[in-house]
T-cell receptor, first 115, second 110 residues
């Protein structure tokens, strides 16, 4: 149980375009979903926390107009990187929590490359 | 505030035992997590400690001392596949998200 999927697993896009990444909880209802980014050989950096049906809470330094997060249902959250630039190239990982405890279940990640 | 500290890199040989330490400073404590992450993959859950003491789970054990703000992950009978990054994480002050340390990259050689 507690499986989280992400789509796509890899994406290459041109500078200036927007990219949407989906995160789904497959066998449980995720009251809270989290988005992280990770640079090579660096740790996970929390970008934002989203609760179903409400606006996401962004961490300090994360531009909410650039990284749009939608958590429209208890099984789906999306992250849209708008007007992507090469410096946005990174590994983006989502995780989900069922709300009963603090444990998070991670998706497999999305490798974004902006050319 | 939160300040999680763990060594950057460690090396060990197959069959050995290795201990990865983690210190943290939090205003309010809601437990400490250990995750394993292989390169290019998502983290996988290893352990969660909220009470003092050692919790053993197969070859992996995790220890917590709340008074010292200290935890360690103990890996026994090391295997090559244990080469990975080990992330220590605690819950943020709001109790809403995990905050990760920088991770310890463990390299196991034969």
């Amino acid at each position: 149980g507690a499986v989280v999927s992400q789509h796509p697993s890899r994406v290459i896009c041109k500078s200036g375009t927007s990219v949407k990444i989906e995160c789904r909880s497959l066998d449980f209802q995720a009251t809270t979903m989290f988005w992280y980014r990770q640079f090579p050989k660096k740790s996970l950096m929390l970008m934002a926390t989203s609760n179903e049906g409400s606006k996401a809470t962004y961490e300090q330094g994360v531009e909410k107009d650039k990284f749009l997060i939608n958590h429209a249902s208890l099984t789906l959250s999306t992250l849209t990187v708008t007007s992507a630039h090469p410096e946005d190239s990174s590994f983006y990982i989502c995780s989900a929590s069922g709300g009963g405890d603090y444990e998070q279940y991670f998706g497999p990640g999305t490798r974004l490359t902006v050319t | 505030g939160q300040n999680i500290d763990q060594p950057t890199e460690m090396t060990a040989t197959e069959g050995a035992i290795v201990q990865i330490n983690c210190t943290y400073q939090t205003s309010g404590f809601n437990g400490l997590f250990w995750y394993q992450q292989h390169a290019g993959e998502a983290p996988t859950f290893l352990s969660y400690n909220v009470l003092d003491g050692l919790e053993e789970k197969g070859r992996f054990s995790s220890f917590l001392s709340r008074s010292k703000g200290y935890s360690y992950l103990l890996l026994k009978e090391l295997q090559m596949k244990d080469s990975a990054s080990y992330l220590c994480a605690d819950v943020n002050q709001a109790g809403t998200a995990l905050i990760f340390g920088k991770g310890t990259t463990l390299s196991v050689s034969s």
